[in-house]
């Protein structure tokens, strides 16, 4: 036998059946990473997408060139649309689930370094902050960015994820999985603009017990990531993360807008009842302190700081009683997370404060800074005695509730 030649066609076999697997999965790119066409029937579902987030969502931002974005966690992602008719350019919705703070300020810069941006909406949370419990996710890849932290380009952005979506075994799967998903019903988690699909998330929220349900599990969760709570560790400083996005912002002239999230009230109670509530206000001051002291470094006006947390009569919604499975909401998916309508009017809020296109928006949320801010605490609590004393029994259940985990 000669050896030679059978070494050659063996090679020769694999190296085509390779080149073929390549060409099949750039084709169907069932992680709409490479900006290709797409057909119906064929690779226009990706219900892959979802298993690949951050890496999808780091090529569609460097794909499209989105001139406004908005950046954040999993609340971003089910609560605030990119397609509303309030943003003044094309918006894409670069939330991540789980994201902290720091991964939101690298995703600001590859976005930048992808298009100049013009306009960036930035949804905190509290618990963003918290340097203990937050942090980096394990697929949150640096090298995949189109800079580094300090603002310089990086070698070889694409090798990796290059090798992922192409040449290996679970591009070919997913491939696959993704053209046989194109006549079957399959939930599809994100939609093009980056932001989360609702489509049945009612209905399934219904079979698995309920809102009230969902809602008490978030609780559990919210109420252990807030155990510890930090702002600094000698591995992050969160206070650092944000004036480096303040900072990163005025240089380049980046139209920003900061807003904190509205969850639900139930998550203030949890706060209050974890012995965190002084640390959540001392979060809003250095919110509003730190951007005015930058902004005054640049001699230019303090970016608008948005507080939609607190009480009013979006985030006091009553949830359906714990027999009642069949019940919705019409402003939350649970404690955290907010629906796209209530986004829609936050949305109407900070970017047409001036002329808002819906007036029930005028009471909902507050412009803050260190001209109002101690008042504004003030005010919160003044709410917060309030619906305690006309939600003395949910009141008490989320105190049983915490105390029993």
């Known amino acids: 036998m000669n050896w030679n030649k059978y070494l050659n066609r063996v090679i020769f076999t694999v190296v085509l059946l390779l080149i073929v697997i390549i060409i099949i999965n750039r084709l169907v790119d069932p992680f709409s990473i490479h900006n290709g066409p797409t057909f119906k029937g064929f690779n226009e579902k990706k219900p892959i997408f979802s298993t690949h987030v951050k890496m999808a969502k780091a090529a569609a931002i460097r794909n499209k060139k989105n001139t406004s974005i908005v950046i954040g966690s999993s609340t ?46 930035l949804m905190l949370d509290f618990t963003m902050f918290d340097a203990i419990s937050n942090k980096n996710s394990p697929d949150f890849t640096e090298e995949r960015l189109l800079v580094d932290v300090n603002g310089q380009k990086t070698k070889n952005t694409l090798s990796g994820d290059m090798i992922v979506t192409l040449a290996s075994i679970d591009a070919t799967k997913s491939s696959i999985d993704t053209v046989f998903s194109q006549n079957k019903e399959v939930k599809i988690a994100y939609l093009s603009n980056g932001m989360r699909s609702d489509i049945g998330l009612d209905e399934e929220i219904k079979k698995k017990g309920g809102y009230k349900k969902i809602f008490i599990n978030t609780e559990r969760k919210r109420s252990e990531m807030l155990s510890e709570f930090s702002f600094i560790t000698p ?23 900061i807003a904190i999230s509205p ?55 009553k949830f359906p009683v714990q027999k009642d499975a069949k019940g919705s909401m019409m402003w939350y998916w649970d404690i955290v997370h907010y629906k796209k309508e209530l986004g829609d009017l936050l949305l109407d809020r900070v970017l047409n404060y001036d002329t808002p296109l819906d007036s029930n928006v005028s009471d909902f949320g507050v412009r803050i800074s260190t001209n109002n801010i101690d008042q504004h605490l003030n005010n919160i609590r003044t709410d917060q005695k309030l619906w305690r004393a006309n939600n003395i029994t949910n009141a008490e259940n989320i105190r049983k509730r915490l105390n029993s985990i």
């Not at 902290?100 to 930048?112: D, G, I, P, T, V």
């Open 235 to 257: 591995n992050l400083d969160n206070w650092d993360v944000y004036n480096k996005i303040l900072n990163f912002s005025f240089v380049n002239d980046i139209k920003l807008h």
């Open 76 to 121: 971003v992602e089910y609560g605030i649309d990119p397609d509303n008719s309030s943003w003044n350019s094309q918006a894409y919705n670069l939330g991540l689930a789980g994201a902290n703070l720091y991964e939101s300020f690298r995703y600001l810069q590859h976005a930048q370094a992808a298009q100049p941006l013009y306009e960036v909406l």
């Open 263 to 317: 969850s639900h009230s139930n998550l203030y109670e949890i706060i209050s009842i974890k012995g965190k509530w002084n640390l959540f206000e001392e979060w809003k001051l250095g919110l509003v302190s730190l951007n005015e002291k930058v902004a005054s470094k640049y001699k230019k006006e303090p970016l608008d700081i948005w507080d939609f947390s607190g009480y009013n009569k979006y985030t006091t919604e």
